[in-house]
């Protein structure tokens, strides 16, 4: 049946407002910023960009915040995250773009939260931290790199976790200003990551009862890996150290348990590993 042209006019008009309906985006995108709290589960619409203060602050227990593989950008303020989460607990941070700010995701008083696949640049100061107040934090399948390169800030690591049940797994870091993983707390895993081209120590472990696992460690401007004088009870198991500046793996006696399967090779010092066995 042929439509007579004002019927003909009425659905071209229903079809084309159907289309702009469809691709508009998520209207609660235009009310997206710099520095929004979130309160409840969220997908980032948008980028946010040139973020004077934090990119996104959590400010609610057991919420997933996902990023969706969109870019939230700092200006290098060290005060600022571009992640904060202070005081809450069950979060899940994934998914997304974080560059420049002070930290790129900040937990402070934080328990059983988890930073999953994003990738994290250009901090000026660590990638990932968390203080001594977060315990049982999961950090997994994150890249993250240039961490304090840009000002050249001490002790910039490209994670810090200090805290207790933390796990740091299969993580890339490259290009941190101090260590690629520096833990200090109890019952830590470090399993999987490949570190690179860190100013300091590969991975640096300060604390106890920590397992340093399937690792590779390359390149680094000391150490490999590094137990320092506070860690007890280190269990080494499966790491490759290669090409590093000093050895590949040091240990203070007494602070490491030997569980075989390190190797070691191309390292500055011909030692190649300090109180441990590494084959090459």
Do not use: Y
Request: with cysteine; proline share 2%.
């Amino acid at each position: 049946m042929r439509l007579s042209s004002p019927v003909r006019h009425a659905a071209l008009i229903v079809t084309l407002a159907a289309s702009v309906l469809v691709a508009a985006p998520p209207a609660e995108a235009a009310a997206q910023h710099c520095g929004m709290r979130i309160k409840h589960n969220f997908t980032l619409h948008r980028n946010l960009h040139n973020c004077r203060g934090d990119g996104l602050v959590v400010a609610a227990n057991n919420i997933t915040v996902k990023l969706a593989g969109h870019v939230v950008d700092g200006r290098n303020r060290r005060s600022t995250a571009g992640v904060r989460v202070a005081g809450f607990h069950g979060v899940t941070v994934q998914g997304g773009v974080i560059r420049q700010f002070g930290k790129g995701i900040w937990l402070v008083r934080a328990h059983d939260d988890r930073i999953l696949n994003n990738t994290i640049s250009g901090s000026a100061d660590e990638g990932v931290f968390t203080n001594e107040t977060s315990s049982r934090i999961l950090i997994q399948g994150n890249r993250i790199s240039w961490s304090g390169t840009r000002i050249h800030a001490r002790d910039a690591d490209g994670i810090d976790a200090r805290g207790n049940g933390i796990r740091i797994i299969a993580n890339s870091i490259r290009h941190s200003n101090d260590d690629g993983i520096d833990v200090n707390g109890s019952g830590v895993t470090i399993d999987s990551n490949a570190v690179s081209s860190s100013l300091h120590e590969g991975i640096d472990v300060d604390g106890t009862d920590v397992l340093v696992q399937n690792n590779i460690a390359t390149g680094n401007g000391d150490d490999g890996i590094r137990t320092s004088h506070t860690a007890a009870r280190v269990t080494l198991v499966n790491n490759i150290t290669n090409g590093n500046a000093d050895l590949g793996i040091q240990t203070v006696s007494g602070t490491a348990i030997d569980g075989g399967g390190n190797r070691a090779s191309g390292n500055l010092d011909p030692r190649q590993c300090l109180r441990i066995a590494c084959s090459p």
